[in-house]
């Protein structure tokens, strides 16, 4: 009993340092102007309860306040509620005192207002990112990986594994798309056993060659080739690859994945939407794989598509046959109508980090996808796109134009849509994906960093 009462005295003590990071917390959300004084409350309020007490006696460093300014900021220029934000900043607060990159928190945040993440994921991204980032794993690879591990679920110690594996394959000069592939089936299939270190040089291995080649390696190298064919055919990176982890996932034969790929090329060369078509491939080929030649589930599906977007067809919105090296221009000047079905046949997409179709985007994917679709292509990320193109000012601003923005505080340019006419753009953000959103509003005005003309 006596123990009990000593426990329970402990409790309500306060504890050492406990004033020092709600202060930090606190003096962080006061240098926000954007909020009321109720929504600072409720703010401070559930950052402070979502950290452990063992916690509270720890205060934070300034390049950890930042990222903590900087990941609330990224929030309310999202428009995401009060109690999301406070969450992630709970969680990103502890996966910094862990260790973890603030610049690297801040920038995968928004998987965190959008779905519950634990300190160990957060940690776990924030360190793959970054080590990755620094090994030289391109933009569009390490972002695949991070966010696929994080909307999957996976364990922490699995993407570091990963991260680690693709930084070193890279120092190697190994192929890293195709090793980030083969690790990511891995770890959906499961490991068989073996540790994620054993697990990450089998697959290296795999990918140098030394692996004896066997039917289903055989079976994953020609869905393999078959994806890379439709890529040079102009089909883009990311949809290109979803498709092939639906093939290999689902067990199709190599030889009807060949076929599928090169009809979900020829289709989007036509005009058709390219996720659309894939979605009705893979619903089909798990309803009637085996049951129906492919060669009539390709028919029919295509059809079907094709008379779901005939107008989209008829304006032949697709990008070339293939898509040059270098950014800018490749297939003559913008079309209005054209970018117009693009954007609009995006709305109401969900806000997935790391995506760029319409299963799922962030604002660079987005952005990158329609200028794609118009046979521009353009760069991964909302600072790099900014470094191309023409400034514009404000008022000279057109339809089609790339707007840009600082919602974090870390780099010029966090966050990008595309200009639409009458003060308003397109973007994607957490709290409403795929929308159109005004200028008028404060927080848009307030982190207003410029526009760009491309071409």
């Not at 090793?179 to 299939?189: G, K």
């Not at 009637?288 to 094709?306: F, L, M, Q, S």
């Not at 900014?386 to 057109?398: L, R, S």
């Amino acid at each position: 009993m006596v123990f009990i009462y000593l426990l329970l005295a402990i409790s309500v003590m306060p504890v050492k340092g406990q004033t020092v990071i709600e202060g930090q917390i606190r003096e962080t959300i006061n240098s926000l102007d954007e909020l009321k004084n109720s929504e600072r409350e409720a703010l401070i309020r559930k950052i402070t309860e979502t950290l452990p007490f063992f916690v509270l006696n720890r205060q934070l460093d300034r390049e950890q306040l930042k990222g903590l300014a900087g990941l609330i900021s990224s929030g309310l220029f999202e428009e995401v509620e009060i109690e999301p934000i406070g969450h992630a900043a709970g969680i990103a607060v502890q996966a910094m005192l862990k260790g973890a990159d603030a610049e690297s928190i801040t920038e995968i945040a928004p998987i965190g207002f959008t779905r519950d993440i634990t300190v160990e994921q957060m940690t776990a991204a924030a360190e793959s990112y970054k080590s990755m980032k620094n090994a030289g794993v391109s933009e569009e690879i390490y972002r695949q990986v991070v966010s696929y591990a994080m909307y999957n679920n996976w364990r922490g110690g699995d993407l570091t594994g990963c991260a680690r594996g693709l930084a070193a394959a890279k120092r190697q000069n190994l192929p890293a798309d195709k090793l980030a592939l083969a690790l990511i089936i891995r770890v959906d299939q499961g490991l068989g056993g073996v540790s994620i270190e054993q697990a990450v040089g089998e697959e290296t291995d795999y990918v140098r060659g030394l692996v004896p080649s066997d039917a289903e390696r055989q079976r994953r190298e020609t869905i393999y080739q078959a994806m890379q064919a439709a890529k040079e055919a102009g089909l883009s990176d990311f949809t290109a690859t979803d498709f092939y982890y639906n093939a290999v996932e689902e067990q199709w034969q190599g030889e009807d994945a060949e076929k599928l790929f090169q009809a979900l090329a020829e289709g989007y060369k036509k005009g058709m939407t390219a996720e659309k078509l894939a979605l009705a491939y893979i619903i089909r080929m798990e309803m009637d794989a085996g049951k129906v030649p492919v060669e009539r589930i390709i028919r029919e599906e295509t059809a079907y598509v094709e008379s779901m977007e005939k107008k989209l067809v008829e304006r032949k919105i697709s990008a070339p046959q293939t898509v040059e090296p270098g950014y800018g221009m490749t297939n003559g000047r913008i079309d209005p109508s054209s970018m117009r079905a693009s954007i609009e046949s995006f709305m109401g997409t969900p806000y997935i980090w790391g995506g760029e179709t319409r299963r799922g985007t962030d604002c660079s994917g987005f952005t990158r996808t329609v200028y794609f679709e118009q046979g521009i292509l353009i760069p991964r990320v909302s600072y790099q796109q900014f470094q191309i193109g023409t400034a514009v000012e404000g008022n000279a601003m057109e339809f089609g134009d790339l707007v840009f923005f600082n919602k974090n505080g870390w780099r010029v340019v966090s966050h990008v849509g595309i200009y639409v006419g009458e003060g308003k753009f397109a973007h994607s953000c957490c709290s409403k994906g795929v929308t159109v959103s005004s200028f008028n509003k404060r927080y848009y005005r307030n982190r207003y960093a410029g526009a760009k003309r491309i071409g």
